[in-house]
C-alpha cells in the first residue's frame, strides 16, 4: 500500500495541526509513518498552511507544524505553470495546487474545500489524469476498506 502517492491541500495540514484527534489529523498521522502511502505536496501548499496558521493560532501550532513537517518524509513537485485548459475551470491558485497534485502523480488529492474541487469539471479533469479528489474522511473510508481487503488476502 507504501505505493500510493497522496497530496494533501493547505486546509488538511491546517485543519490537521489544530485538530490532530480529527481526520485531518489521523491522515497526518498516518503520512508521518510513512507506512501506509508516500506524501507529496508543492511549497506553495505548504507555504500556504504556514501563513494561514501563522494569521490564525497560535505559535504552538506553528511550532506544532514545523516539527510535523521536519518529522516527515514529503515529495515536494511545483506545478507546471500556464496550464490554461484547468485553468478555465478553476481559479488560478486553486489550479496551481491540482496542477501540483496530478505532476506528482498522486492517486488522491485530500482536500476540506468543497466549493471549488468538487464542480463536475474539477472533479471529471482530475479523474482522466488518474486523480480522485476527496475529503479527509472519504480518504480514511476508502482508506480503511483496503486495509481491510488486504488483511481478508
Known amino acids: 500500500m507504501n505505493d500510493i502517492s497522496v497530496f494533501l491541500d493547505a486546509n488538511v495540514y491546517f485543519s490537521g495541526t489544530l485538530n490532530p484527534y480529527g481526520g485531518s489529523g489521523y491522515i497526518l498521522a498516518l503520512a508521518q509513518s510513512g507506512r501506509y502511502f508516500r506524501l507529496t505536496a508543492s511549497s506553495y501548499v ?17 511550532r506544532s507544524f514545523m516539527l510535523y513537517l521536519q518529522g516527515t518524509e514529503i515529495t515536494f513537485y511545483n506545478p507546471t505553470e500556464g496550464n490554461n485548459e484547468l485553468q478555465a ?38 479523474q482522466t489524469r488518474g486523480l480522485s479528489i476527496v475529503t479527509s474522511k472519504e480518504f480514511i473510508e476508502n482508506f480503511i476498506k483496503q486495509l481491510r481487503n488486504n488483511k481478508s488476502k
Open 46 to 62: 505548504i507555504g500556504e498552511a504556514f501563513v494561514n496558521l501563522e494569521k490564525k493560532v497560535t505559535t504552538h501550532e506553528v
Open 89 to 126: 475551470v478553476l481559479n488560478f491558485k486553486d489550479a496551481r495546487v491540482l496542477q501540483a497534485a496530478i505532476d506528482a502523480g498522486a492517486k488522491y488529492f485530500v482536500t476540506l474545500d468543497r466549493k471549488h474541487f468538487f464542480t463536475r469539471e474539477v472533479v471529471e479533469y482530475a
